[in-house]
C-alpha cells in the first residue's frame, strides 16, 4: 500500500489549526477542503513572546477560516472576519437550500457557536451569525437528526462546562441568537470528544455517539435498556468502555455480521491522558473490546475507509506531534474480513490533527487530507497510489 505526501499549502494563514473538512463547494465533483483554527498560540517576536495584548492583535492580521479549491488547491478566505478562536465544527444544510453550511463553535476560553451561510458564489464571503454562547470550549459538533423528529440538529459536546447538548434549528435560522428555547441539554458533567449520530443498534432511530458513551432518546420508555443510566426529558445513557481519555470516534461494519461496531482512539494521550493512547474497536452489543494498538502519541486523527479495495472497511490512525513527537506515524489497519486487522505504517515523520480520508483525486480511491495543529503550519495530501499507476499527480 503506498501514499504519496504533497504538502498544499506551507503557510496557512492561522495557527492552531483545527477544523479540516473536505466537501464539493464549487459543484465539480471533487471536494474541496475548509480549514480554520484557534490562532497563533506564541508570538513570532523576540522578546515579547506570551504578552497577551499583542498576541491578540497579532491574531487579528490572521484568516481564521480560509477554503482550498479542487483541482490546484487555491487558496480563499471563507470569511474576512478574524481572530474568532474557532475549533468545534460541522457541516449542515442549515436553510434547505441544498448547499452546505459551515457550524464552528470556539475552543479554549470562548463560548460562541457560529454559523456561516455558504452563498451561491463559494468564493464570496460567508455570511456569519451567532447561534448561541451557552458553554465554555466547543472541541466537537455534528448535524444530524439525534431526538429522531424527521429533522436534523446541531449536536455539540463542551468540554469546559462538561455538557452533551444541542440545538434544534430554528423556522428562521438567520435570526442571531437563535432563541434559547432551542437549546437543550443531555447531560452535564461530561467531558468527551467524538461525536457521531447514526442508527447504532439498528432499530430504525438514531442514537448519538459521544466518546465512550451511547446516547438514545426514548421518551416513550420509561425505564432504560440493560444498564443504561436514565437522564432527564427522556434521554439514556449507556457505556462502552470505561477508563478510556478525549476519545475520537468512528462507526462502521467492520467484521461482517450486519451490525455497526464503534472505533475509538485516545486522541490527546498522553498529553491530557493517564497512558499513550490507545486504538480500539467494540462490537455490540457487549462491547467486546478488540484493542490494535496501546502505545500511540496522540493519535487524534480517525477513519474508517475502503483504502485497498477489498470490500473492507480498513482503519486510519494518525499522530500529532505537538513538539514532542518527533516520528509521527500514519497507520492503515488494514481489514482483511471477519474482525481480522493488518497494521501497515503509510507515512512517517508529517504530524497531522483531524485528517480525513477523501477521494480528492476523483478516481474512486480514498486518500487522505490533513493539516497541522501545532507548532508549525502546513496543510497536507496523502495521495492513495493503490492500483492506479496511470496517476501522475
Not at 51 to 72: A, C, D, H, K, M
Not at 303 to 311: P, V
Not at 375 to 385: A, F, I, K
Amino acid at each position: 500500500m503506498e501514499f504519496t505526501h504533497e504538502v498544499i499549502d506551507d503557510s496557512p494563514p492561522c495557527g492552531r489549526l483545527g477544523i479540516c473538512l473536505p466537501t464539493d463547494l464549487t459543484g465539480n465533483g471533487v471536494p474541496d477542503v475548509i480549514i480554520g483554527g484557534l490562532g497563533r498560540e506564541k508570538l513570532p517576536i523576540v522578546g515579547v513572546s506570551g504578552v497577551p495584548v499583542v498576541g491578540r492583535l497579532l491574531r487579528r492580521l490572521e484568516t481564521s477560516i480560509f477554503w482550498y479549491e479542487n483541482p490546484g488547491w487555491k487558496r480563499h478566505k471563507l470569511t474576512t472576519d478574524s481572530d474568532l478562536h474557532v475549533f468545534g465544527n460541522a457541516l449542515g444544510d442549515v436553510t434547505g437550500n441544498g448547499r452546505f453550511d459551515l457550524f464552528a463553535g470556539q475552543g479554549i476560553g470562548g463560548r460562541d457557536i457560529y454559523w456561516f451561510e455558504q452563498p451561491s458564489n463559494p468564493r464570496r464571503p460567508w455570511t456569519k451569525r451567532t447561534v448561541g454562547s451557552p458553554f465554555s470550549k466547543y472541541h466537537d459538533l455534528v448535524f444530524g437528526d439525534v431526538d429522531n423528529d424527521g429533522e436534523p440538529e446541531l449536536v455539540g459536546a463542551s468540554q469546559n462546562s462538561e455538557v452533551v447538548f444541542y440545538y434544534d434549528v430554528p423556522d428562521d435560522p438567520t435570526q442571531s441568537p437563535w432563541p434559547e428555547e432551542c437549546l437543550h441539554v443531555i447531560e452535564t458533567e461530561q467531558n468527551v470528544e467524538g461525536l457521531a449520530v447514526v442508527d447504532i443498534d439498528g432499530d430504525g432511530r438514531n442514537e448519538l455517539i459521544a466518546g465512550p458513551n451511547v446516547y438514545r432518546y426514548r421518551k416513550d420508555t420509561l425505564t432504560p435498556d440493560g444498564g443504561a443510566v436514565q437522564l432527564s426529558e427522556g434521554w439514556h445513557r449507556e457505556s462502552i468502555v470505561s477508563g478510556w481519555d478525549w476519545t475520537r470516534v468512528a462507526v462502521g461494519d467492520l467484521d461482517g455480521d450486519g451490525e455497526l461496531e464503534v472505533v475509538l482512539s485516545e486522541g490527546d494521550s498522553p498529553l491530557l491522558g493517564s497512558r499513550m493512547g490507545r486504538v480500539g474497536w467494540f462490537d455490540p452489543p457487549e462491547w467486546d473490546a478488540h484493542i490494535l494498538r496501546d502505545d500511540m502519541y496522540c493519535p487524534h486523527s480517525l477513519q474508517l475507509a475502503d483504502f485497498d479495495g477489498n470490500g473492507w472497511p480498513d482503519i486510519y490512525v494518525a499522530e500529532m506531534g505537538l513538539g514532542a513527537n518527533d516520528d509521527p506515524e500514519h497507520v492503515i489497519f488494514r481489514n482483511r474480513g471477519g474482525g481480522e486487522f493488518e497494521e501497515t505504517t503509510i507515512h512517517r515523520d508529517v504530524p497531522t490533527h483531524e485528517a480525513k480520508a477523501v477521494d480528492v483525486s476523483g478516481n474512486g480511491w480514498p486518500d487522505i487530507v490533513g493539516k497541522s495543529y501545532t507548532p508549525g503550519r502546513h496543510v497536507d495530501v496523502w495521495y492513495n497510489r493503490n492500483g492506479r499507476a496511470e496517476d501522475t499527480r
